[in-house]
């Protein structure tokens, strides 16, 4: 509630959130992999490939990681300032106006006197230290459940390597293996948002095809 701590009845990290991390290592471990030669790689080309993408994604894992905390801490901080506010101001409309502009554009908009009125007095009945604790433990479950699925996300796109001599083939399968778990991931979304999970799946995973061509392209 307006960037208060999540209940403990909510997951740390929501399907959203989950979803994108793993894209997100996807994407890195593959444009990694895009980069290796079918022509010339040996074996040892192909360690310093597999190398590299779990390097990469473990040093990106650890920033996101940190990036997530800091977030959280300024979302907390931010809804900590709200009830200090909350509790000075005497007048309910003005505490009303302070709701309404911590509140997302359309949800103020569409939220009435009386529901910011409910939610005014729901605020100021929370404890003072639910208010002042900035950081707890599920949010460092969080972060490491982040840094997790980022670096995780790496080993399906990977273990082909390991698995098949020839690089081309290995290729091959990394390929139909990220293809498949980006529409898996689009699909996850799709259902999560209630829209055409057919749709989402194949949109991300035109998307995520796109996205790699565009980085290595770039020369990432």
């Known amino acids: 509630m307006l960037g208060f701590a999540r209940a403990k009845s909510v997951r740390v990290l929501d399907p959203v959130e989950r979803v994108s991390e793993i894209i997100f290592g996807l994407l890195m471990a593959v444009t990694i992999i895009g980069s290796l030669s079918v022509a010339t790689a040996g074996h040892e080309e192909v360690r ?8 990469c994604n473990l040093a990106w894992g650890l920033a996101d990681a940190v990036m997530y905390h800091s977030q959280t801490a300024t979302e907390r901080t931010r809804a900590a300032n709200l009830l200090a506010r909350l509790h000075r101001t005497t007048n309910s409309a003005a505490a009303q106006a302070l709701i309404a502009e911590a509140l997302p554009d359309r949800l103020a ?6 529901a910011l009125e409910s939610l005014r007095k729901r605020l100021l009945a929370l404890p003072e230290e639910h208010a002042r604790r900035v950081l ?25 390597f390991a698995l098949v001599d020839t690089t081309a083939a290995a290729l091959w399968i990394s390929r139909v293996v990220a293809l498949v778990m980006l529409f898996g991931g689009g699909w996850a979304l799709g259902r ?29």
């Open 48 to 55: 310093t490939m597999m190398v590299a993408a779990l390097g």
């Open 109 to 114: 908009a569409a939220a009435s006197s009386d």
């Open 136 to 160: 707890g433990k599920d949010d460092f479950i969080g972060a490491v459940g982040v840094f997790l699925l980022v670096v995780v996300a790496t080993f399906p796109a990977v273990i082909p």
């Open 192 to 220: 999560y948002a209630g829209g055409n999970t057919w749709l989402a799946g194949l949109a991300m995973a035109a998307l995520g095809t796109a996205l790699v061509g565009a980085i290595m392209a770039l020369g990432g």
